[in-house]
């Protein structure tokens, strides 16, 4: 039996924990993530999987995980196309004069675009993240709240247009 830590539950015994798990089958190892960490296991088909995500998971909560540079850093290093991260949106060119829309908790918003920035509610905001964050009082990114990314990307791939509307 491993010994409990104080925190979420994870056994504190971290080679006791790591081979308790290693002939485990896939039931087992949800089982114990569960009872670990108070939450759903992954959805993973894979024992082998599973147990590489617990492992690392108990290490991850033993040691701790990557420190802010180190996410940053990977990011950077991730293969791009094109200078592009393959997750960055396709910037959209929105002219100045264009009107976009999106409904909000049953009220329109609107927002002018400028030559410089946007206008909302008679207010000049220099993206449409802070007009995001205004309207729903939580970090958005403006494009993707105002549906005004990758349409380029959702049109050849047949999804449908975004909630907001260009105009």
Known sequence: MTVRSRRGGAPSDL???????AMLRIAALRG???????????PCQSAEL????????LQEERFGGLSTDA???LRELRPTTDGVPR???VPVALKAGTMITRE?????Q???VLEQGFAHDGKQYGS?????????GKRWSGPRFFGVEAEKVRESAGDPPARGKAR
């Open 15 to 21: 080679d006791r924990a790591l081979s308790s798990i």
């Open 128 to 136: 449409l993240s802070q007009i995001a964050r205004k309207i729903t």
């Open 110 to 112: 609107r927002v002018h």
């Open 104 to 108: 909000w908790r049953g009220s329109l």
């Open 32 to 42: 114990r993530w569960a009872d670990w960490f108070g939450d759903d296991p992954p």
């Open 71 to 73: 996410k940053r850093r």
């Open 50 to 57: 599973l147990r590489r995500l617990l492992a690392a998971r």
């Open 87 to 89: 997750d960055a949106p």
